[in-house]
């Protein structure tokens, strides 16, 4: 099937099931969270009983606490064996954290998604790499079953789509995504808000955090490359969490000799997430890949256990095979 099938067939069985579980990745971005909660909501409209949730750490990250979360439940109280599981920007099982174990007994699952580096998992695959956001699939699915966009289902999709395209500014962003983006605004979205929750407010703290690791950052000429490290120490002197730094990638791509760059966060468990950007001349998805991750062309990301200056050089060196 095509994705225009598979969404059809994707409607089909969301307006004959009662009841909808709703899951986005870990670590939830604007994307994950704003598709899923516009979802949500709009199928509670529609009488649905939903719940929604994403695998542990289960935190609201700060800059989207003022998305209405009523459906959110703690992933303990997630279904156990879901008729109908809707996953959302999720490229690849293993992304569900501790759902991906209720997702594998779920009589159903659905995934709406738009990574290209997707695995093709769940019974219905709605994968589109040409969308922007994951906020796109979900605003045709709701035309498809003729369901209200509100004011809450506008602001959730369309900041969906802000995140995801940088503020309309990325080369994913299509004339599609525009159109959708003016429909939500008629709707009732409220770019002003969305755009001074996610971009125009951080705790003090972060200013130290990225003054510290903006210090530490170091730049190879040669192999057009920057990267730092931010540790959890690094958070806890400043007294801020992981949530608050999901912008510090955007002010170290900006060194303009580099074409990638690489945020590396060092976790209390040993765990290191890897954030990678691209200016074009490099596939980072493809590299994250390689390193056991996904993403984007041009925005991607992986966790390992290595140890954060190996894997800086890693990336590094494994950058050349993927100009
Ligand atoms: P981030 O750097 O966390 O903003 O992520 C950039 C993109 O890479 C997003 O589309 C993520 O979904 C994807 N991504 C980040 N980390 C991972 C990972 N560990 N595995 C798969 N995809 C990832
Ligand atoms: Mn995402
Ligand atoms: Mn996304």
Redesign the pocket.
């Known amino acids: 099937m095509n994705s225009t099938e598979e969404l059809n067939a994707a409607a089909e069985a969301i307006a004959t099931t009662e009841e909808l579980a709703l899951a986005c990745?870990v670590?939830p971005?604007g994307d994950a969270l704003g598709s899923m909660l516009g979802l949500g909501i709009a199928a509670r409209n529609a009488g649905k009983r939903v719940t929604a949730s994403f695998g542990s750490p289960f935190v609201m990250p700060p800059n989207l606490a003022f998305l209405p979360s009523g459906l959110l439940v703690a992933p303990e109280d997630f279904p156990a064996t879901p008729e109908l599981m809707v996953v959302l920007d999720v490229?690849s099982a293993e992304?569900l954290g501790e759902l991906a174990s209720n997702a594998s007994k779920a009589a159903s699952v659905i995934v709406l998604d738009h990574?290209v580096t997707n695995e093709g998992f769940g019974d219905i695959s709605v994968v589109d790499p040409k969308a922007a956001a994951t906020g796109e699939l979900v605003f045709d699915l709701l035309g498809l079953l003729n369901w209200q966009i509100t004011p809450d289902v506008a602001n959730c999709l369309h900041t969906a789509l802000v995140t995801d395209t940088g503020r309309f500014l990325y080369a994913n962003t299509t004339p599609r995504t525009l159109e959708i983006a003016a429909v939500l605004v008629g709707a009732g979205a409220q770019p002003t808000e969305i755009g001074r929750h996610v971009y125009e407010e951080s705790p003090f703290g972060y200013l130290k955090v990225a003054a510290v690791a903006l210090g530490r950052a170091e730049l190879d000429v040669d192999a057009r490359f920057v990267s730092t490290i931010v540790t959890q120490a690094d958070l806890t002197a400043a007294g801020i969490d992981w949530g608050d730094i999901d912008n510090l990638?955007d002010t170290l791509r900006l060194a303009e000799e580099a074409d990638v760059a690489t945020l590396v966060k060092v976790h209390k468990d040993g765990r290191v997430?890897v954030?990678m950007r691209s200016r074009g001349d490099t596939d980072v998805g493809s590299l994250?890949v390689a390193m056991g991750?996904?993403?984007?062309r041009l925005?991607?990301?992986?966790?390992t256990e290595a140890d954060a200056e190996a894997v800086i050089r890693q990336v590094r060196e494994a950058m050349e095979e993927y100009r």
């Open positions: 990745h670590g971005d490229g992304r990574h990638i997430r954030s994250a991750g996904g993403g984007h925005a991607a990301g992986f966790t």
